[in-house]
């Protein structure tokens, strides 16, 4: 059974910094696409980046370009979105989803369970 | 930047057919994947491909494109099937986007 599990809610205070993780498993994590969705409180859902751990290929949305960083370790068959200095702006629900179905990234059939991260002062 | 535009809403009485639009402000236009997302949950891939369903994914949906409109189907709709529902494709440059979303209402 393919399963994303996404690490806890965190909160933390305006210029920190942080870094949440995805764990796949139940299929050959170095060879599909992962990807990372933002969804603020009451909005829709955002791109923001994706990663193919068998090569550490990365694109980014041009508007998350420069404001997080996606990586993964395939020893471990984890991705992981960080931030160098966290905003108040960045408190929303973070998934992560994953592209089995070969969609060339360009679609997720599996989803994480999403984390919360709480920026506030 | 590459846009996809939804209507914010839509409301159908239960057992009727549900149609909900994605315009794409550009050609080429790629391939669309449909989303569906009831409150407190991950998004449920429904429709990918323009056309083809996943699955597990009940009949009733289906998916259809024209020029740069992409249309998702819900014939037949149940209580069940009040969500929001989200369109999502790319640019030629491959930059992914999402739609802003529509929200379902079953009268």
């Known amino acids: 059974e393919v399963q994303l599990v996404q690490s806890g809610a965190e909160v933390k205070k305006p210029g920190e910094s942080l870094k949440i993780s995805c764990k796949g498993s139940g299929y050959i994590f170095t060879s599909y696409w992962i990807g990372w969705v933002r969804q603020m409180p009451g909005k829709g859902l955002e791109w923001m980046g994706i990663?193919?751990?068998?090569?550490?290929?990365?694109r980014y949305s041009p508007s998350f370009q420069g404001q997080v960083t996606i990586s993964a370790d395939k020893s471990i068959s984890t991705a992981y979105l960080q931030w160098s200095s966290l905003k108040a702006s960045d408190t929303a629900m973070y998934y992560c989803?994953?592209?089995?179905?070969?969609?060339?990234?360009?679609?997720?059939?599996?989803w994480g369970q999403g984390t919360l991260v709480t920026v506030s002062s | 930047s590459y846009e996809l535009t939804q209507p914010p809403s839509v409301s159908v009485s239960p057992g009727q057919t549900a149609r909900i639009t994605c315009s794409a402000d550009a050609l080429p236009k790629q391939y669309a994947y449909w989303y569906q997302q009831k409150p407190g949950q991950a998004p449920v891939l429904v429709i990918y491909?323009?056309?083809e369903r996943p699955s597990g994914i009940p009949e009733r949906f289906s998916g259809s494109s024209s020029g740069t409109t992409v249309t998702l189907t819900i014939s037949g709709v149940q209580a069940e099937d009040e969500a929001d529902y989200y369109c999502q494709s790319a640019d030629s440059s491959g930059t992914v986007v999402f739609g802003g979303g529509t929200k379902l209402t079953v009268l």
């Open positions: 491909k323009d056309s």
């Open positions: 989803a994953a592209d089995l179905g070969s969609y060339g990234y360009k679609g997720f059939d599996y």
């Open positions: 990663i193919y751990p068998g090569d550490s290929d990365t």
